[in-house]
């Protein structure tokens, strides 16, 4: 039988399980969170981004996550600095022009502060004199980093990104660093 876990990958964590390049260092990855044998990410999740990483030991399965052609969604709680007027959601909403092309048009709101969001160690710089707020943003795509290059694309640079959601699959009750086994999506939901 196929294994699926869902983990909340802390802020400063590789996402995978060896740190090829620096023997010795003190950088944590997946293999300090994680003892089953196995798995392997369903996607990435950089370094100094949180939030949901779906591990499986089933290729298709990863396939299935991961490749775009799927259009599985995959929705972000973005702290952005400044606060998004209407035209800068919009922006997001169209899909904006990066380096690497047009991205494909996304869903984004403004959002409160999420109710019992853990504390990011180290925590975000404050600046007095910049506001900062939380949009949600939901893309069917993932290119390198591409939130971030988004948000600063429509003049409000990230300072904490947070991955929610994968497809049917949530953050909701995992705490940092956390993970549990899920049952396998029945094979007829795979095709």
Known sequence: MAHLIRFNKPFDVLPQFTDRGS??????T??????LPGVYPAGRLD???????LLTDDGRLQARITDPRHKM???YLVQVEGEPDEAALAALCAGV????????????RRIETPPGLWPRNPPIRVRKSVPDCWIELT?????NRQVRRMTAAVGHPTLRLIRWRIGPWSLDGLAPG????????????RR
Request: aromatic residues 4%.
């Open 47 to 53: 370094r100094d981004s949180e939030g949901l990483m």
């Open 73 to 75: 969604e995959k929705t």
């Open 178 to 189: 956390a993970w549990e086994a899920l049952p396998p999506p029945d094979r007829g939901a």
């Open 97 to 108: 022009d990066l380096k690497d092309g047009r991205t494909r048009p996304a869903k984004a």
């Open 23 to 28: 023997d010795g260092s003190p950088r944590r």
């Open 30 to 35: 997946l293999s300090d969170f994680i003892d």
């Open 139 to 143: 893309i069917r795509e993932g290119r």
